[in-house]
């Protein structure tokens, strides 16, 4: 075997093409490319995958029109705002569908991010005393959400594009649950579900509405964890929100 040949041999052995030929001419010598299949470099390039395409968020008409099992599937590809890019877990939210009561917080912490399951933690904890002192627990005609579906970084409020993003999902959640009132839990939550910016201290007390909904607003758990001398205050808010539900299913009653 030439020398040509062993070479020719070799590269054919490591997937390299084409091969160069001498190629004699008068006065001149050039080389001549071998036809050969394609190389190995492009082989690869030919067939490694394209990336993955990101999923699209859903637009407020788009969600407007889901079921249930539809709808927690869109909030699992969210990627609508920046928080998809640090969560473990959405937080889609946990309950009675077809709930009388709806509590609604700002965002899942570190508990729930891990878990994907809002209020799971110490402030978990307390709302579920919260809930037992006025004759409630979680899955039995109560429902719990938040106003974002994702873990803000660092358990901060979230911002105002975040909320936008997430409100449709929200909107929609309460479309069908149809709730008979709805609690806000804490300050982000009551100025993102009315629309509005005031304090606590001034929502507090009294019957707002939110889409034709009656809506009262008490603080978060986690602030009474930190604040206790409110806890008091929030047992008042709760005992206005019982008798305003006696209320509304009075009305109810009369009205069927």
């Known amino acids: 075997m030439s020398d040509n040949q062993r070479r020719e041999e070799m590269l054919r052995e490591m997937g390299i093409s084409p091969i160069w030929r001498l190629r004699a001419g008068p006065g001149v010598t050039v080389e001549e490319p071998v036809s050969e299949p394609v190389t190995a470099a492009r082989k690869l390039i030919a067939e490694e995958p394209s990336p993955p395409t990101a999923p699209v968020a859903a637009t407020p008409a788009d969600v407007a ?107 929609r959640q309460i479309e069908l649950i149809r709730p008979k009132l709805i609690v806000a839990l804490g300050k982000v939550a009551a100025v993102n579900l009315l629309g509005r910016d005031a304090s606590i201290s001034s929502l507090r007390g009294g019957v707002h509405d939110c889409g034709g909904i009656p809506l009262i607003v008490t603080y978060h758990p986690a602030y009474l964890l930190r604040t206790l001398p409110d806890k008091a205050k929030a047992w008042e808010d709760l005992c206005f929100a019982v008798t305003t539900m006696r209320g509304l299913q009075s009305e109810h009653a009369a009205a069927n």
């Open 65 to 171: 029109s889901l079921d249930w099992t539809s709808l927690k599937a869109c909030v699992a590809d969210c990627t609508a705002c920046a928080l998809h890019k640090g969560r473990n877990k959405t937080v889609f939210g946990v309950g009675d569908e077809r709930a009388n009561w709806l509590f609604v917080g700002e965002g899942p912490g570190a508990d729930e991010d891990a878990q994907g399951e809002p209020f799971v933690g110490q402030a978990g904890k307390l709302l579920d005393n919260m809930l037992a002192a006025i004759n409630l627990k979680r899955d039995a005609n109560v429902y719990i959400a938040n106003i974002v579906k994702c873990r803000p970084p660092g358990n901060r409020n979230p911002q105002p594009d975040e909320a936008a993003a997430c409100s449709p999902y929200l909107k």
